[in-house]
């Protein structure tokens, strides 16, 4: 038996074929080559020009001193250049309690469970990690961020309602140390940033390297919020 194929059939076929391969083509995502330097560069640029922000850490692996505790986390409120509230989640073997720091005004001043505000001076004062240089233009996440070596883009994500990009990239110890004193690496550290991809801000980053005590592999989540709002920072009577 011979089918027959009318033109106006035919037509009604390439149509028909036309039309799928369209919807085929359109439910491909487009190729996007991100550049993982340039995202880089731009939460660099992005940061340096906060005037206040908030930051949490969570230390995930490893043992990292605090005044003689193991140092679990902390969270901050800094209002730039220099002012900075902090709590810091400290353990003295099963014994879980607070440390209060506050910083301002070129003061710094430490309270204790069960005890007052205290103000520290010389070695005492420069021995507590100032969070407030976590965002220094000059040492803190804007100068290092753009500095990390070998950047590779790591795909996207989305950190508290914002979409993000998400780079690896490595640090050298003295880069990481000069944002956060408390952490001192026998080596190079790896890093995951993710970066806004609307506002280029850092949402979050996570350090992993051997800046543990005894120079044992540690690992901390940053994760960063309240992008220039208000902050209220004063000096405690001690």
């Not at 940061?47 to 001193?65: E, H, I, N, P, R």
């Not at 883009?153 to 979409?163: S, W």
């Not at 990481?176 to 995951?192: P, Q, R």
Request: glycine letters at 10%; a negative charge; aromatic letters at 6%.
């Amino acid at each position: 038996m011979r089918f027959r194929t009318s033109a106006t059939g035919l037509a009604i076929a390439l149509c028909a074929a036309t039309v799928m391969a369209a919807c085929n083509s359109s439910q491909q995502p487009a190729s996007v080559t991100v550049d993982p330097v340039q995202v880089l560069k731009q939460g660099g640029a992005a940061m340096g020009q906060l005037k206040s922000v908030s930051a949490s850490l969570k230390f995930t692996k490893g043992k990292v001193s605090f005044q003689g505790f193991a140092l679990a986390g902390a969270k901050t409120s800094v209002r730039l250049p220099a002012d900075s509230g902090a709590v810091y989640n400290v353990k003295d073997n099963d014994l879980a309690f607070n440390v209060e720091v506050v910083i301002a005004g070129g003061r710094v001043f430490v309270k204790l469970p069960l005890s007052s505000f205290q103000e520290l001076s010389g070695a005492d004062a420069g021995a507590i990690p100032d969070l407030a240089k976590l965002f220094d233009p000059a040492t803190g996440l804007p100068a290092v961020i753009p500095a990390g070596h070998d950047p590779k883009y790591a795909g996207t994500d989305t950190v508290d309602g914002a979409a993000t990009q998400m780079i690896t990239a490595t640090y050298t110890a003295d880069q990481v140390h000069a944002m956060l004193s408390a952490l001192s690496s026998t080596g190079d550290i790896k890093a995951e940033i993710w970066v806004d991809t609307s506002d280029h801000l850092v949402r979050k980053a996570t350090l992993d390297g051997a800046f543990g005590d005894g120079g044992q592999e540690s690992a901390v989540e940053v994760d960063i919020s309240g992008f220039n709002s208000a902050v209220q920072i004063t000096s405690p009577s001690p």
